[in-house]
């Protein structure tokens, strides 16, 4: 699917909604997409007929990660994951957080990795209030962005001999 702008999507997710879809929505940055990102929305879109992933905008990636990310810009970063099989929809957003987001698109199921308390989810009050779920889905162990950065630094630095 294309990356469509938050206003279109509300529109297709209203849609989807009066035809009785559950609508699964995840965000992140998905910098350098590795096998993580993968598994990770594919256990999410089992959760709903549609999955949305809202992907940070590079200035919302600076502020939250540092002025030396994303790697990849936004444009190509919502490219790659607007063609993974298990995604539905991409939009992209330039808040620190996804709240504005997920107030515009009202998904039935809310996923965040489980490093979040349920309880701390961003949107969880929006997504229960109309009758919505909240799921955390585990980490795939070693499988990171930074883990993958580390290691080109450190394979591009020079060695001691």
Not at 7 to 13: A, G, I
Not at 84 to 102: A, H, N, Q, S
Not at 119 to 134: H, S, Y
């Amino acid at each position: 699917m294309a990356v469509m702008t938050r206003e279109d999507l509300s529109r297709e997710v209203a849609k989807l909604h009066e035809k009785g879809k559950a609508v699964v929505f995840t965000n992140g940055v998905f910098d350098i997409i590795h096998r993580g990102h993968v598994e990770y929305l594919n256990r999410a879109r089992e959760l709903g007929d549609y999955l949305i992933v809202a992907v940070n905008s590079d200035a919302s990636v600076k502020r939250i990660k540092g002025e030396k990310r994303p790697i990849v810009s936004e444009a190509d970063r919502a490219f790659v994951v607007s063609n993974l099989k298990c995604v539905d929809y991409v939009c992209v957003f330039g808040e620190d957080t996804p709240y504005d987001v997920i107030k515009s698109l009202q998904p039935d199921v809310l996923v965040k990795g489980a490093d979040w308390k349920i309880e701390n989810v961003v949107g969880k009050d929006i997504v229960e209030a109309r009758g919505g779920r909240v799921v955390t889905i585990d980490y795939l162990t070693g499988r990171s962005t930074t883990n993958i950065i580390n290691k080109i630094l450190s394979e591009s630095s020079p060695q001691e001999k």
